[in-house]
């Protein structure tokens, strides 16, 4: 499982509430990425993080931000969740130089 | 932006069948990644290949980069392969590779 955490695994939360949802590696890697999931269209990716205090936004970033203080977290945040927030939020890295991405287990977040 | 498109969508099947499911995108990739996701589960990675053809199991994963597409293979299909499959492309204008993902092709195998 690559040693991949999420944190909380569930979450209901009010509109206008923050919210920040955290992703903690155990092996140094240096990418980490947040997709959200959704019926209809799959995953996405929201934002991503190539070293501690390097990030950037992915295809659905609005309405989010993202930091990275240290290697082994990945912390998002949404600063006002909306109920089109409501998704399972995956984490993700990549190992080495190759392309292959492992997954943590998820966040399931519903936004009332 | 890559364009991942998946087929079919949806694919019910008797135990034993032989199961192919489709992949192509719209920009010449060097890498493409399929995973499994079981209903309510994780995302575990099948395969990441870049060229001809890579077997584990009764999995098998086939990519022509020329025609820009690949095939997930299922030999002996069982009930416990039911899942969705999901093709992944890097992302072609990202430094940083993110994924650009297929819709997935949700898979029932009957007893």
């Known amino acids: 499982d690559a040693g991949i955490t999420q944190s909380p695994r569930h979450k209901v939360t009010e509109t206008g509430t923050p919210v920040t949802l955290r992703c903690h590696q155990t092996e140094n890697h240096r990418y980490m990425y947040w997709y959200r999931q959704d019926p209809g269209h799959g995953l996405r990716l929201i934002h991503y993080s190539y070293g501690v205090k390097d990030t950037d936004k992915g295809e659905v970033s609005d309405g989010y931000s993202v930091s990275r203080s240290k290697t082994e977290d990945f912390l998002l945040t949404l600063e006002s969740a909306t109920s089109s927030q409501t998704s399972v939020y995956f984490c993700?890295?990549?190992?080495?130089?190759?392309?292959?991405?492992?997954f943590g287990p998820g966040t399931r977040l519903t936004v009332t | 932006k890559n364009e991942v498109e998946q087929s079919p969508q949806n694919l019910t099947a008797q135990e034993g069948e032989f199961i192919t499911i489709n992949c192509s995108y719209s920009?010449?990739?060097?890498?493409l990644h399929w995973l499994q996701q079981h209903p309510g589960g994780g995302i575990v990675s099948l395969f990441m290949l870049s060229s001809g053809k890579k077997k584990h199991g009764r999995l098998i994963a086939t990519i022509n980069i020329q025609e820009k597409h690949s095939s997930l293979h299922i030999t002996a299909s069982h009930p416990r392969d039911s899942a969705v499959y999901i093709c992944a492309v890097p992302d072609s204008g990202g430094g940083a590779d993110g994924l650009t993902f297929g819709k997935g092709t949700h898979l029932i195998i009957q007893p």
């Open positions: 993700a890295i990549r190992v080495g130089t190759t392309y292959e991405q492992y």
């Open positions: 920009v010449g990739i060097s890498a």
